[in-house]
């Protein structure tokens, strides 16, 4: 059963790059039709999706974010990561890593999360 | 981007009850609807995907259905630990988005 688990700061300055990582365990990220994905949830507010990456390297991010995004994987360590530059106070979330299993090259959604981790833009 | 929106924003009721939660797509996206659950702290939980399929372990009380623009998950029989926000997910086209989220609570 795979696992994903969330980490880095809690606090990141305004202006300042977020940077968080997702360790995967019990499944190999670099076997399998598998793209990983980061979604963030405001308090007490709804999901957004950031992106995701494929095992090739190739991603895709949300345009809300105006290209502020980039995601990064390494298959040795069987991780990813993401970085979020020039954070604001609107960048305040819980944010949430998760796998989505393709099935015929198609999207499936996303079948297994991280318990995610608080992420607060605070000078 | 493709809006989901879904009604009710929130309801009331008992153990036992009958829930429909209904999904609509701003254009036509096939079956690629997913239903997930969340509880206050915990990650969301995948209820359904490709719009009727029952995700591994989830009670069959849940099911899923519609096509095109409009989705519907049904709890049959609610239960104590159903209480809880469920969200749609439109797993059709990037950006993917979720729809605004219905609260259940109990009456």
Same mark, same amino acid.
Request: charged share 15%; net charge positive; proline share 5%.
């Given at each position: 059963?795979?696992?994903? /688990?969330?980490? +880095?700061? @809690? *606090?990141?300055?305004?202006?300042?790059?977020? !940077?968080?990582?997702?360790?995967?365990?019990?499944? $190999?990220?670099?076997?399998?039709?598998?793209?990983?994905?980061?979604?963030? /949830?405001?308090? +007490?507010? @709804? *999901?957004?999706?950031?992106?995701?990456?494929? !095992?090739?390297?190739?991603?895709?991010?949300?345009? $809300?974010?105006?290209?502020?995004?980039?995601?990064?994987?390494?298959?040795?360590?069987?991780?990813?990561?993401?970085?979020?530059?020039?954070?604001?106070?609107?960048?305040?979330?819980?944010?949430?890593?998760?796998?989505?299993?393709?099935?015929?090259?198609?999207?499936?959604?996303?079948?297994?999360?991280?318990?995610?981790?608080?992420?607060?833009?605070?000078? | 981007?493709?809006?989901?929106?879904?009604?009710?924003?929130?309801?009331?009721?008992?153990?036992?009850?009958?829930?429909?939660?209904?999904?609509?797509?701003?254009?036509?996206?096939?079956?690629?609807?997913?239903?997930?659950?969340?509880?206050?702290?915990?990650?969301?939980?995948?209820?359904?995907?490709?719009?009727?399929?029952?995700?591994?372990?989830?009670?069959?009380?849940?099911?899923?259905?519609?096509?095109?623009?409009?989705?519907?998950?049904?709890?049959?029989?609610?239960?104590?630990?159903?209480?809880?926000?469920?969200?749609?997910?439109?797993?059709?086209?990037?950006?993917?988005?979720?729809?605004?989220?219905?609260?259940?609570?109990?009456?």
């Amino acid at each position: 059963q795979v696992q994903l /688990q969330e980490s +880095g700061p @809690g *606090l990141v300055k305004p202006s300042q790059t977020l !940077t968080l990582t997702c360790a995967v365990s019990g499944a $190999s990220m670099s076997s399998g039709d598998y793209y990983w994905n980061w979604i963030r /949830q405001p308090p +007490g507010k @709804g *999901l957004e999706w950031i992106g995701y990456i494929y !095992t090739s390297g190739s991603t895709d991010d949300n345009p $809300s974010l105006k290209r502020r995004v980039t995601i990064s994987i390494d298959t040795s360590k069987n991780q990813f990561s993401l970085k979020l530059n020039s954070v604001t106070a609107a960048d305040t979330a819980v944010y949430y890593c998760a796998r989505d299993v393709r099935r015929h090259y198609a999207s499936t959604g996303f079948d297994s999360w991280g318990q995610g981790t608080l992420v607060t833009v605070s000078s | 981007d493709i809006q989901m929106t879904q009604s009710p924003s929130s309801l009331s009721a008992s153990v036992g009850d009958r829930v429909t939660i209904i999904c609509r797509a701003s254009q036509g996206i096939r079956n690629d609807v997913g239903w997930y659950q969340q509880t206050p702290g915990k990650a969301p939980k995948r209820l359904i995907y490709a719009s009727s399929r029952l995700h591994s372990g989830v009670p069959s009380r849940f099911s899923g259905s519609g096509s095109g623009t409009e989705f519907t998950l049904t709890i049959t029989s609610l239960q104590p630990e159903d209480f809880a926000t469920y969200y749609c997910l439109q797993h059709s086209q990037y950006p993917f988005t979720f729809g605004p989220g219905t609260r259940v609570d109990i009456k």
